[in-house]
């Protein structure tokens, strides 16, 4: 029964781990793209759902090319590196008993005060926590990046007068029609900018229109 709820508790743990670094990661990157355009996020404010997607779908090329080292790591640890240095200790008590004194050394001797050896492992421990948070931070930094670059590459389509008619948007703002590039969306309100005066406007999600530039109608009949 205890082993039951351990593992009940362990896979909550893991979804709560799980989602808030999805909201993090999708948040960071969002902090990214607003800076450079200079949008305001209290706005352009997303709702949790729309969060967790963005942060899903962002975290997975980088998910994969980690899991894929991961696998090629473990894959030269076990079939390489292992059996390598197994025969290396095998063929050498010098090397054996440096590999020991090592070993000792981090772990503590069965001799050791018990206390010694707790404090050796809280030590291991710590060190794991300190891995696992600075590359939690290196993440974010990463997908802040990320953001930042997907802004500046924007700017300079909107600054090159690279922008196609179907790329931008019709959108009605105080009873003028005016055709906007759009920039991102939050939960009620868009941000769109007009490529000839550089100005940004926002407007509600539902208050635009675009034109469908897609295969012909003769070529669907077909």
Same mark, same amino acid.
């Given at each position: 029964?205890?082993?039951?709820?351990?593992?009940?508790?362990?896979?909550?743990?893991?979804?709560?781990?799980?989602?808030?670094?999805? +909201? &993090?990661?999708?948040? %960071?990157? @969002?902090?990214?793209?607003?800076? !450079?355009?200079?949008? $305001?996020?209290?706005?352009?404010? =997303?709702?949790?759902?729309?969060?967790?997607?963005?942060?899903?779908?962002?975290?997975?090329?980088?998910?994969?090319?980690?899991?894929?080292? +991961? &696998?090629?790591?473990? %894959?030269? @640890?076990?079939?390489?590196?292992? !059996?390598?240095?197994? $025969?290396?200790?095998?063929?050498? =008590?010098?090397?054996?008993?440096?590999?020991?004194?090592?070993?000792?050394?981090?772990?503590?001797?069965?001799?050791?005060?018990?206390?010694?050896?707790?404090?050796?492992?809280?030590?291991?421990?710590?060190?794991?926590?300190?891995?696992?948070?600075?590359?939690?931070?290196?993440?974010?930094?990463?997908?802040?990046?990320?953001?930042?670059?997907?802004?500046?590459?924007?700017?300079?389509?909107?600054?090159?007068?690279?922008?196609?008619?179907?790329?931008?948007?019709?959108?009605?703002?105080?009873?003028?029609?005016?055709?906007?590039?759009?920039?991102?969306?939050?939960?009620?309100?868009?941000?769109?900018?007009?490529?000839?005066?550089?100005?940004?406007?926002?407007?509600?999600?539902?208050?635009?229109?675009?034109?469908?530039?897609?295969?012909?109608?003769?070529?669907?009949?077909?």
């Amino acid at each position: 029964m205890s082993t039951h709820r351990s593992s009940l508790f362990d896979s909550a743990v893991t979804l709560a781990v799980t989602t808030a670094f999805f +909201y &993090a990661i999708s948040t %960071a990157y @969002y902090d990214g793209y607003f800076g !450079p355009l200079h949008l $305001d996020a209290n706005v352009l404010d =997303r709702n949790v759902q729309q969060s967790l997607y963005r942060g899903f779908v962002i975290s997975l090329t980088p998910t994969l090319i980690g899991l894929l080292i +991961y &696998a090629c790591g473990c %894959a030269f @640890y076990s079939h390489v590196l292992l !059996p390598v240095l197994n $025969d290396w200790l095998r063929h050498s =008590r010098w090397c054996k008993r440096q590999f020991l004194k090592l070993k000792h050394l981090c772990l503590g001797r069965e001799k050791d005060p018990e206390i010694e050896r707790s404090q050796k492992k809280h030590t291991l421990t710590a060190f794991l926590y300190l891995g696992i948070f600075t590359i939690l931070i290196l993440s974010l930094q990463y997908f802040e990046r990320k953001g930042k670059e997907v802004a500046v590459a924007d700017l300079k389509t909107i600054e090159s007068s690279a922008v196609q008619a179907s790329d931008l948007v019709t959108v009605k703002i105080d009873e003028k029609l005016m055709q906007l590039l759009p920039l991102v969306c939050g939960a009620r309100n868009c941000a769109g900018i007009d490529p000839k005066t550089k100005v940004i406007y926002y407007f509600p999600q539902n208050g635009h229109s675009y034109q469908f530039i897609g295969t012909s109608t003769n070529q669907m009949a077909d």
